[in-house]
């Protein structure tokens, strides 16, 4: 039987994503053409309702109402492009920033009209998605659990791996790293990998600060015992080889 191919794309963060780099990925979604397709959270960045956010909750209002047109805008270029590869499952986990909306409606209940979640906002259960909140993650994709993120340390694949115990693919960090536990010779090893990101490196938050953010996004193909191998594909300067072909954004 043959394996199940995914894709995983992480934290294009709109209004702040780039646009260049998202092409060079919806390109190499279309030469792949994966059954599956998985959101890895941070879709939409939600500034307007950071904690460093100093606006009144009107302003806030305002200003997430246009991250939204943004952020569903961006969600339909992704999901013609779905289409077109023929991918037949969607999944949409969310993110830390997403759940900035869970936060700040708590905070805000008192003040807000019809105010709602984010997959009302971002019509995800018309737009065939299974949305998978923070406290629902990982979900299980062969032998591999795959969740937003837990952690965003200097070694987060490390961590992740050592306190899951267990094969993790994830994003929230915006870099790429991976590792391999230590383990006995009659065990299986276990990996961790992270898988990049699709956003802008400038964002206001970083200022000039150096990082080791990468964009890319991350390929994996699982059979239907749950074995899988997974790559990741890193776009650099607007370009990424991959199965002999060169995509450019």
């Given at each position: 039987m043959k394996p199940?191919?995914?894709?995983?794309?992480?934290?294009?963060?709109?209004?702040?994503?780039?646009?260049?780099?998202?092409?060079?990925?919806?390109?190499?979604?279309?030469?792949?053409?994966?059954?599956?397709?998985v959101l890895l959270g941070d879709?939409?960045?939600?500034?307007?309702?950071?904690?460093?956010?100093?606006?009144?909750?009107?302003?806030?209002?305002l200003k997430l109402e246009m991250e939204i047109q943004s952020a569903?805008?961006?969600?339909d270029y992704w999901d013609r492009v779905f289409k077109k590869a023929g991918v037949k499952r969607k999944i949409?986990?969310?993110?830390?920033?997403?759940?900035?909306?869970?936060?700040?409606?708590?905070?805000?209940?008192?003040?807000?009209?019809?105010?709602?979640?984010?997959?009302?906002?971002l019509e995800l259960k018309k737009r065939k998605y299974e949305y998978i909140p923070l406290g629902n993650q990982p979900v299980l994709l062969g032998k591999a659990d795959v969740m937003h993120g837990y952690y965003a340390n200097v070694y987060h694949s490390s961590?992740?791996?050592k306190e899951t115990g267990r094969n993790c693919i994830y994003g929230h960090t915006h870099d790429y790293q991976a590792y391999i536990s230590s383990h006995l010779p009659n065990d299986l090893p276990r990996i961790a990998m992270s898988c990049g990101c699709?956003?802008?490196?400038?964002?206001?938050?970083?200022?000039?600060?150096?990082?080791?953010?990468?964009?890319?996004?991350?390929?994996?193909?699982?059979?239907?015992?749950?074995f899988f191998t997974a790559v990741f594909l890193p776009i650099i300067g607007y370009r990424c080889v991959f199965n002999s072909k060169t995509f450019k954004g």
């Open positions: 199940t191919k995914v894709v995983f794309l992480a934290d294009p963060h709109y209004d702040q994503h780039d646009q260049r780099a998202i092409d060079v990925a919806m390109q190499i979604v279309l030469h792949y053409k994966p059954h599956t397709v879709f939409i960045c939600c500034d307007a309702v950071g904690s460093y956010s100093k606006a009144s909750w009107r302003e806030a209002d569903n805008k961006g969600l949409f986990l969310e993110g830390n920033h997403e759940n900035r909306i869970t936060r700040w409606l708590v905070n805000n209940a008192f003040n807000l009209g019809d105010m709602i979640r984010i997959e009302k906002l961590k992740t791996v699709l956003c802008k490196f400038d964002q206001h938050y970083i200022g000039q600060r150096p990082t080791k953010w990468v964009h890319g996004c991350a390929i994996m193909e699982y059979l239907p015992d749950g």
